[in-house]
């Protein structure tokens, strides 16, 4: 399960840091992660990923967004910097865990959480 935190209503230009926390007993291994988001009334987008090879960002977040996870307390968050209005969305957090048991690899998301910017 993947529960995210940080959101909220921002003004224009302001900074806030989505947090992605990995709760699971099994305490899995995050092999990937990415957020998403959804503005109203258009597809789900995704906006970064990070991996052992690297990470990636959309253009139009490229130098805002920063992702970045912690393995010592299975976190996964994202930075956003100099907000804009056109980043109001819901963004979803996105993760790859592997179990050491006989489920492997699977992907789970978070609920979502709402990030409103104003001008």
């Known amino acids: 399960q993947l529960l995210e935190s940080g959101g909220g209503l921002v003004q224009a230009g302001g900074s806030l840091r989505l947090s992605c926390a990995v709760v699971?007993?099994?305490?899995?291994?995050?092999?990937?992660m990415g957020w998403y988001r959804q503005a109203p009334g258009s597809q789900r987008e995704l906006v970064a990923t990070?991996?052992?090879?690297?990470?990636t960002y959309v253009v139009s977040v490229k130098g805002r967004f920063t992702i970045s996870r912690d393995n010592t307390k299975n976190m996964i968050y994202l930075k956003i910097s100099d907000l804009k209005p056109e980043d109001t969305a819901v963004y979803y957090c996105?993760?790859?865990?592997?179990?050491?048991?006989?489920?492997?690899?699977?992907?789970?998301w978070g609920q979502g959480i709402l990030v409103t910017v104003s001008s």
């Open positions: 996105n993760a790859g865990l592997h179990y050491a048991d006989e489920r492997g690899t699977v992907t789970v």
């Open positions: 990070t991996a052992e090879s690297g990470s």
């Open positions: 699971d007993r099994a305490m899995p291994d995050i092999v990937a």
